[in-house]
């Protein structure tokens, strides 16, 4: 089992940038492919991207592509989410989760455990 806890969110003003952090304890941290995922009000939580046990290969969606990077320290523990250049509709509580599973990594049904979520607001 791992436990996640994520920080970083905030207010910035649209062209801003957030760096997210999610920190893990517990079971080995490189034992899990891991993933961001984001939930908006009244919209459905959605896939933002993902990063494999090694970090060696990230995935994300094409909203983000450009703007967003994953990324992780396995020596920290630590998972990480650069934002760039943010606009309004990235406003939403941002998830980090980790998988056992190393594919469909974009499928939030992959996932076994999660964080609380941390809110990140684009004021336009």
């Known amino acids: 089992q791992v436990q996640l806890v994520e920080s970083g969110g905030g207010l910035v003003q649209a062209g801003g940038s957030l760096r997210l952090s999610c920190a893990a304890s517990?079971?080995?941290?490189?034992?899990?492919?891991m993933g961001w995922f984001r939930q908006a009000p009244g919209k459905e939580r959605e896939f933002v991207a993902a990063?494999?046990?090694?970090?060696?290969?990230?995935y994300n969606i094409d909203s983000v592509r450009g703007r967003f990077t994953i990324s992780r320290d396995n020596a920290k523990n630590t998972l990480y989410l650069q934002m760039n250049s943010l606009n309004p509709e990235d406003t939403a509580v941002y998830y980090c989760?980790?998988?056992?599973?190393?594919?469909?990594?974009?499928?939030?049904?992959?996932?076994?455990?999660w964080g609380q979520g941390t809110q990140v607001t684009v004021s336009s």
């Open positions: 989760a980790a998988a056992t599973t190393v594919i469909r990594l974009g499928d939030r049904y992959k996932y076994n455990y």
């Open positions: 517990g079971r080995t941290f490189s034992s899990y492919a």
């Open positions: 990063i494999t046990r090694s970090g060696g290969r990230t």
